[in-house]
């Protein structure tokens, strides 16, 4: 079968799955007035939900409002796949649904080591949603480490021997059951091939062994997705998970400011930071700068921007003449960007702590240890007081957004999925009041208040003090026996006095003990 003919099929699937997903909401709202015809309740007027005037009013893409059918998704999503396929019998082939490796056409913008950059690609036709998704994977920031990188992780540092198609997980999943809100947007993957945070701007020459070209590589690959359908955008949500995370505050303004210059004002981007908003804090133990897991992570940043050529916002750099590696941390740099974030965070960061070499394997932690632990989270929390929109829960974890468990967490009973979600809502919301339709107003959208959207939270954190106290927290693992450990048992590993503690926060000791058993 010719590429052209299988997306002709893959476009004839999709209209008939929106079709089908849309007679199984008619079906559902017809079994409802059934039921509320053969009630006993007073006629009223019909008005239309929030949702469909949002969707009415020109939304900006095929939204669903889930809500109704939450509690039994799975089911509903069950029924909508079988009748898809009942209208379409192509649809019970198993089409495609990877995304696609493409190589930079400007080879002059690379990998480390010289290799073309790229990226993978699963476009949707009709949709005018993308999702760009930076990779993380740390970094290197002199020759030493940076040879050791290309030595143990090469295809973070070279595309030689990429594979030609990626999966998508998480937020980058075609699968309506596993990505809910975002399943039918334009999917785009930039793999990490540069170790400089997506900040460097520096090619290889016969001085410098090694191309630091992150920047350069979001830059040409907008570019060619310009022609590829991105020129008729209405959202471009920048997202990125570690290091990816990062780069997405150090590069959301300058591809917003890109698409404005290049005539595209009318596409609305937006930042999503997964588990990049590291800390400039004070180590728990200073040793020396040898490697990246033991260097405290303003030195190691302050030798790699300058090692990276590396490149920081503007508006940043302005507030931190001469000291710019302070942009590479989320508070700081938060304040001067322009373009709308949500942030997903863990409360107890593992690669904040490993950087602050607190080691959570072998022996039970001192008392000074547990109690830096408590106050890293308390110096997180600081940092967010100014943060409208975030999902921060109180978990030991890193990264979230691609992760297949990434449904299942929740924050004062909200997932994740549905708080982003709610943050769509709030800026479509907000950009029809405001009359807003582009980049040029993204400043207004991040500032103002948005119209409140009932029963639709953004802006969550949890409160309990301590890791692992939210009881929908990813499982943790014996790094050792690779086993899962039980909220109690890891808490005894933390060396957690229960007696002690509970005087801390005035609690009856048994009263603690239901608590942690609960999750509370």
Request: aromatic residues 8%; charged residues 20%; proline residues 6%.
């Amino acid at each position: 079968m010719s590429s052209r003919e299988m997306e002709r099929r893959t476009g004839t699937l999709n209209s008939f799955l929106r079709s089908a997903i849309l007679l199984g909401l008619l079906q559902i709202g017809a079994l409802e007035a059934r039921r509320l015809r053969g009630s006993r309740a007073q006629p009223r007027p019909a008005q239309p939900s929030p949702a469909y005037r949002d969707r009415a009013e020109g939304a900006e893409s095929f939204p669903l409002d889930f809500t109704a059918v939450e509690g039994n998704m799975d089911n509903f999503m069950t029924q909508i796949k079988n009748l898809a396929q009942s209208l379409y019998p192509c649809s019970a082939q198993k089409l495609d649904q990877d995304m696609k490796l493409h190589f930079l056409e400007n080879t002059s913008v690379t990998c480390n080591d010289g290799s073309p950059a790229g990226y993978y690609l699963r476009e949707s036709r009709g949709s005018k949603r993308w999702l760009v998704f930076l990779e993380g994977g740390w970094y290197c920031f002199n020759k030493l480490t940076c040879d050791g990188r290309y030595e143990t992780m090469r295809r973070l540092m070279s595309s030689t021997k990429w594979s030609q198609t990626r999966t998508g997980t998480g937020i980058l999943s075609p699968l309506p059951e596993e990505n809910p809100h975002w399943w039918n947007a334009n999917m785009v993957l930039i793999p990490y091939c540069s170790s400089d945070v997506w900040s460097g701007a520096t090619p290889k020459t016969d001085q410098s062994e090694y191309a630091f070209m992150g920047s350069l590589i979001i830059r040409e690959v907008v570019n060619k997705l310009l022609t590829k359908g991105l020129d008729k955008a209405k959202v471009l949500l920048l997202s990125g998970s570690s290091a990816g995370g990062t780069g997405v505050l150090l590069n959301v303004d300058r591809v917003a400011e890109q698409l404005l210059l290049q005539g595209f004002p009318e596409v609305r981007v937006r930042a999503l930071v997964d588990s990049g908003w590291f800390l400039d804090n004070k180590p728990y133990r200073k040793t020396a700068c040898l490697d990246t897991i033991s260097c405290a992570p303003t030195e190691a940043v302050e030798r790699g921007i300058r090692y990276w050529g590396g490149v920081v916002p503007e508006a940043c750099r302005q507030v931190h003449r001469g000291e710019e590696w302070n942009c590479f941390f989320g508070y700081k740099v938060f304040p001067t960007i322009q373009s709308p974030v949500f942030l997903v965070q863990w409360l107890f960061d593992e690669a904040q702590l490993m950087v602050d070499n607190v080691h959570l394997a072998g022996r039970p932690l001192l008392e000074t240890q547990w109690r830096y632990i408590q106050t890293l989270g308390q110096q997180l929390r600081h940092t967010l007081q100014d943060v409208p929109a975030m999902f921060v829960p109180a978990c030991l974890s890193h990264e979230t957004i691609t992760k297949s468990h990434w449904l299942d967490i929740q924050v004062q009973g909200t997932s994740l999925p549905r708080a982003l979600h709610c943050w769509d809502r709030s800026l479509h919301a907000n950009a029809r009041g405001n009359g807003s339709h582009g980049n040029h107003h993204n400043n207004h959208q991040k500032h103002s208040k948005a119209p409140p959207l009932r029963g639709c939270p953004m802006h969550l954190i949890d409160s309990c003090p301590w890791p692992q106290c939210n009881p929908t927290c990813p499982s943790v693992r014996d790094q050792l026996t690779g086993q899962e450990v039980g909220v109690m048992q890891f808490l005894k590993h933390l060396g957690f006095d229960v007696q002690k503690v509970a005087q801390q926060q005035g609690l009856d000791p048994g009263r603690l003990l239901g608590m942690l058993n609960n999750g509370n």
